[in-house]
């Protein structure tokens, strides 16, 4: 099953601009990771939030986690053409901590027009 | 960094063979693998973890006789598409952490397109 809701399910934006992708889980968790995958490959790590984290940066991405609401958004700001993928959040369905034991979230396809 | 690598990429069979997938770890030991299914346009669904000399584990509704996984090494893991029949065609990726990053993330195959034909 999966763990919850993402939004949008598709996002169409120009290079420069911001894009913003939310996501909603059900149950308690440890952390909360977002992948990014490009169409057709395996999917690659941006970045981990603590469930006693509440915002979190790398770069052009930014995370922010509000565990009483049970979302997580990512932010990727001036995006580039390059950032055109599909965005997942997932929880780690571990007893405890970083397993590596995924539940994913649908899914943000984001696409950036040059 | 660590690297999971997992091969073939893509495989195309004839319905009632049967297939199978590798998924190493390259620069790190790997007790525990996953793997996943991934339909055209859905996200990841896990399937099994795949456990270092002991049984796998599969999710609910996974048929453990279809879907059989071997993790005979540190650094293998392999499934194998039994039977394989035309719904079985999917996109299959296995993954696994680095226990060294305690913080980090799991590293993803590249992926295995399976089409049965």
């Known amino acids: 099953s999966q763990q919850g809701e993402e939004d949008p399910q598709a996002l169409s934006i120009q290079e420069g601009e911001n894009a913003t992708m939310n996501c909603s889980y059900k149950?308690?968790?440890?952390?909360l990771q977002w992948y990014r995958q490009n169409s057709g490959r395996g999917l690659v790590h941006l970045i981990l939030?603590?469930?006693?984290?509440r915002e979190k940066h790398s770069g052009r991405l930014r995370v922010t986690l509000d565990t009483s609401k049970k979302s997580s958004s990512l932010l990727i700001t001036a995006s580039r053409a390059a950032d055109t993928a599909s965005y997942f959040c997932?929880?780690?369905?571990?007893?405890?901590?970083?397993?590596?034991?995924?539940?994913f979230g649908q899914g943000t396809t984001l696409q950036v027009k040059p | 960094g660590a690297v999971v690598s997992q091969h073939p990429s893509w495989v195309i069979c004839k319905s009632g063979t049967s297939v199978k997938i590798e998924c190493r770890s390259l620069?790190?030991?790997?007790?525990?693998m996953f793997w996943y299914r991934q339909f055209p346009k859905q996200s990841l669904m896990l399937m099994a973890t795949?456990?270092?000399?002991?049984?796998?584990?599969?999710e609910q509704g996974v048929e453990k006789d279809k879907f059989l996984i071997n993790h005979a090494s540190l650094t293998l893991s392999t499934l194998t598409v039994t039977s394989a029949h035309p719904e079985d065609s999917s996109f299959y990726i296995c993954?696994?952490?680095?226990?060294?990053?305690?913080?980090?993330?799991?590293?993803f195959g590249q992926g295995t397109r399976l089409t049965v034909v």
């Open positions: 993954s696994a952490r680095d226990p060294r990053q305690g913080s980090g993330g799991a590293f």
């Open positions: 149950t308690s968790i440890n952390n």
């Open positions: 939030i603590r469930s006693n984290e």
């Open positions: 997932a929880t780690d369905r571990g007893g405890s901590g970083n397993t590596g034991k995924l539940i």
């Open positions: 620069d790190f030991q790997a007790t525990t």
């Open positions: 795949s456990n270092e000399g002991s049984k796998a584990t599969y």
